[in-house]
C-alpha cells in the first residue's frame, strides 16, 4: 500500500470506464475506498466488481447525469451518506465532439461545456467544504486540445481550456486553504472515447479506423498510444503525500507529443 492513502475516500467521475476507471482502479490498490460517478449504471456496476475484486476496498457508484446540477448534488449526498467525508476529488468526466465548425449548433457546444466545464466546477464547488477540512486533492483531467487547438475539434479545445483555466485559479484558493489542486494532460490515450474519436475521423475523411490511428501516432511522433494506466499513476502520485509541494501546475502525459506548453 502507498504511504498516506490507506482509508482515504476518493471520488472519480466519469468513473465508469477508460481513464477514470484506471484512475479508480489505481487510487484502490492503493488504499482508497471510491465513489465512482458515471451515467450509465450497467458500466458503472461493471467497473464496481472489477476494481473490488482487485483491491478488496469499498467501491461505490452513483448513476447521474452530471450535466445537470441535479447530478452533481446526488454525487455530493452519496458520499456524505456513505462516507462521510471526502479526501480526493477527481474531474475527468466529458467527452465533447469534433466535427465541421460550420455545421455545430450550439447545443452541441452547451453539451460539451456541460459535462466537462460545468460538472467540474460543481463538484469542485460542493466539495471544497470537505476536502478543505481534510486537506485533500483534487486533480483535474483536462485535454491536450487545451494546448494544441485543432479546427475539427474546436468545441475540445475550448472546454478544455476554460477547465485548465479554472484549475489554475482554484489551485490559488487551495494554496491558501490547504487543498492541493493540479490537472494532467492526457495525449492519445487507448480509451474507448479516443476509438470513437478515431471512428468519427476516419467517417470524415472516408478512410479505415486503422488508417487514422497511424497517421496519429506518425503525426505526434509517438511510439506508441498512451494507457489509461500511465494517467491514472501520477494522478495517484499528485493525491498522494509525496505531491504535496505541487501545486497548481498541469503535467501532460502524452509521449512527449505537446512540444510547446506555451
Known amino acids: 500500500m502507498a504511504r498516506g492513502f490507506g482509508g482515504k475516500v476518493a471520488v472519480v467521475s466519469g468513473g465508469s470506464r477508460g481513464i477514470g476507471r484506471a484512475i479508480a482502479m489505481e487510487l484502490a490498490v492503493r488504499g482508497c475506498d471510491c465513489l465512482l460517478a458515471a451515467k450509465t449504471e450497467s458500466s458503472l456496476r461493471a467497473a464496481r466488481r472489477r476494481i473490488a475484486e482487485a483491491s478488496g476496498r469499498r467501491i461505490e457508484i452513483v448513476a447521474a447525469d452530471l450535466r445537470a446540477s441535479q447530478g452533481c448534488f446526488e454525487v455530493r449526498d452519496a458520499v456524505g451518506r456513505l462516507f462521510g467525508g471526502l479526501d480526493i476529488l477527481v474531474n475527468n468526466a466529458g467527452a465533447t465532439k469534433g466535427g465541421d465548425f460550420l455545421e455545430q449548433p450550439d447545443e452541441i457546444w452547451d453539451d460539451g461545456f456541460a459535462l466537462k466545464f ?9 466539495f ?34 476554460a477547465m485548465a483555466n479554472f484549475t489554475k ?6 494554496k491558501r486553504e490547504g487543498v492541493n489542486v493540479n490537472a494532467v ?14 471512428e468519427g475521423r476516419a467517417a470524415q475523411l472516408g478512410v479505415s479506423v486503422d488508417e487514422v490511428r497511424a497517421r496519429a501516432v506518425k503525426k505526434q511522433g509517438l511510439r506508441r498510444l498512451g494507457t489509461p494506466r500511465d494517467v491514472a499513476k501520477l494522478v495517484a502520485f499528485l493525491c498522494s503525500p509525496d505531491a504535496r509541494h505541487i501545486q497548481g501546475t498541469a503535467i501532460a502525459v502524452d509521449g512527449g507529443a505537446t512540444e510547446d506548453l506555451h
Open 118 to 126: 460545468y460538472a467540474c466546477v460543481r463538484l469542485c464547488r460542493l
Open 169 to 174: 485559479g482554484l489551485a490559488a484558493r487551495g
Open 185 to 198: 494532460y492526457p495525449g492519445l490515450t487507448e480509451t474507448e472515447r479516443v476509438q470513437e474519436l478515431f
Open 128 to 161: 471544497w467544504p470537505a476536502l478543505v477540512k481534510r486537506e485533500g486533492a483534487v486533480v483535474n483531467i483536462v485535454g491536450g486540445f487545451a494546448r494544441t487547438p485543432d479546427p475539427d475539434f474546436l468545441i475540445g479545445g475550448a472546454v478544455n481550456a
